[in-house]
């Protein structure tokens, strides 16, 4: 079966000081994989997308980057953290095109010093 | 791109109770329309999906109806138990899209005994 896993669980950093979060799928290939962050109270909002490896869809502009350097691999990563990074982060992944959920993982609980 | 809102924002229910969850979106292409449930501090999980080409899905006290003309589709939950309390998100995406998904913004449903 299908799992995967994001680390850490939380993390606390101070403004100004780089980021990588990990995210690793298993049991499956080709996923899509994803990046969301998700604000107290809030849904979800896509930040990264990605249907294979090195190739990556930014949706929204903002401080963050995202790499894929393995098929089952998604990273998350900032050079300089700032206040407003601060947040629930999820990695998910889907297999083929549309029609298909997303399957998350347990999240990342950022804090930003 | 794709625009989902969610209504209402919180719903509370008595135990036994029904509740109901709406969401409209605003691409006529979008055909695939999951929900999600998500309990404090852990990850989205899918409870019900539903395709463009049926107008109505249930599993056990779970249903989804959807009105392709309308834009909008819904979730019902019959005989409430407080372990339904949680956050329920809708989404809506399109099969040519790499299985991208945009969120609503999420109900919070209190389901009290």
């Known amino acids: 079966s299908q799992t995967i896993h994001q680390w850490p669980a939380t993390l606390v950093q101070p403004v100004g000081s780089p980021l990588s979060l990990e995210c690793t799928v298993e049991g499956t290939s080709n996923p899509n994989l994803y990046w969301y962050r998700q604000a107290a109270g809030r849904g979800l909002q896509l930040l990264f997308y990605?249907?294979?490896?090195?190739?990556i869809s930014s949706e929204v502009p903002q401080n963050l980057s995202a790499s894929r350097p393995q098929d089952r691999q998604f990273i998350l990563s900032s050079k300089k953290l700032l206040l407003s990074d601060s947040g629930f982060y999820l990695c998910?992944?889907?297999?083929?095109?549309?029609?298909?959920?997303?399957?998350f993982g347990d999240g990342t609980r950022l804090s930003i010093l | 791109g794709e625009n989902v809102e969610q209504h209402p924002s919180t719903l509370s229910v008595q135990e036994g109770d029904s509740a109901v969850i709406k969401c409209t979106y605003s691409?006529?292409?979008?055909?695939?329309f999951p929900w999600y449930k998500q309990e404090l501090g852990k990850r989205p999980q899918l409870i019900i999906d539903?395709?463009?080409?049926?107008g109505e899905k249930k599993d056990q006290r779970i249903a989804v109806t959807l009105n392709k003309t309308a834009k909008h589709f819904s979730l019902h939950i019959t005989e409430t138990q407080p372990e339904d309390s949680a956050v329920y998100f809708c989404?809506?995406?399109?099969?040519?899209?790499?299985?991208?998904?945009?969120f609503g913004d999420g109900t919070t449903l209190t389901v009290k005994p």
């Open positions: 539903i395709r463009s080409n049926v």
């Open positions: 989404a809506a995406s399109r099969d040519t899209n790499a299985g991208k998904s945009t």
């Open positions: 998910a992944w889907s297999v083929g095109q549309g029609h298909q959920p997303q399957h």
């Open positions: 691409d006529s292409a979008s055909n695939y």
């Open positions: 990605s249907v294979g490896i090195g190739q």
